[in-house]
């Protein structure tokens, strides 16, 4: 994974392991791996502005996409960018796009992409995912029904 980063090469090792494993788990739609990359109390707003906290929240928030309109979906990250914020934050802005996206009713829907912002925590010699705000920049599910407002909204 290519990384612009101006952290040290061990600490962009590691930020490149983690992304590499959130993409891998997202598009197996391993949710318990997928959850496993989250410090417990993390926080996660979605592309449609819904925050879950905690990694019992961020489960549930991601069960209805993995099954149904990101089941068969495909995301890649573009433009990662990488800096510390502390010694044991490190912040990853990245653009995204996921490819084989389906309307709620299974039909084929189009190509998205979006910026995702992560914030890493260093725990012990890794990091884990304590924040994440997530951008649609094509808004293909904005019109859609949904499962909003089940989480904490802004």
């Known amino acids: 994974m290519d990384i612009n980063s101006s952290v040290c090469s061990n600490t962009t090792a590691n930020i490149s ?13 391993n949710i ?3 959850c496993d990359l989250f410090v417990e109390k993390a926080e996660f707003t979605d ?4 925050v879950a906290i905690g990694i019992d929240e961020i489960k549930k928030q991601h069960e209805f996409p993995f099954s149904k ?5 495909v995301l890649t990250f573009n433009e990662i960018r990488a800096r510390a914020l502390s010694p044991e934050l490190v912040i990853v ?24 912002q992560i914030i890493a925590k260093k725990i012990e010699d890794n990091y884990k995912i304590a924040l994440v705000h997530n951008t649609d920049i094509t808004q293909v599910y904005k019109d859609m029904p949904t499962a909003k407002g089940k989480f904490h909204t802004v």
């Open 17 to 29: 392991e983690l992304l590499d494993k959130f993409i891998k788990f997202w598009n197996d739609k």
């Open 32 to 34: 318990d791996c997928f």
């Open 47 to 50: 592309v449609i502005g819904q």
């Open 69 to 73: 309109t990101m089941k068969k979906a």
């Open 93 to 116: 802005t990245a653009s995204w796009e996921t490819k084989h996206n389906l309307t709620p009713d299974g039909l084929d829907a189009p190509d998205r992409n979006g910026i995702i």
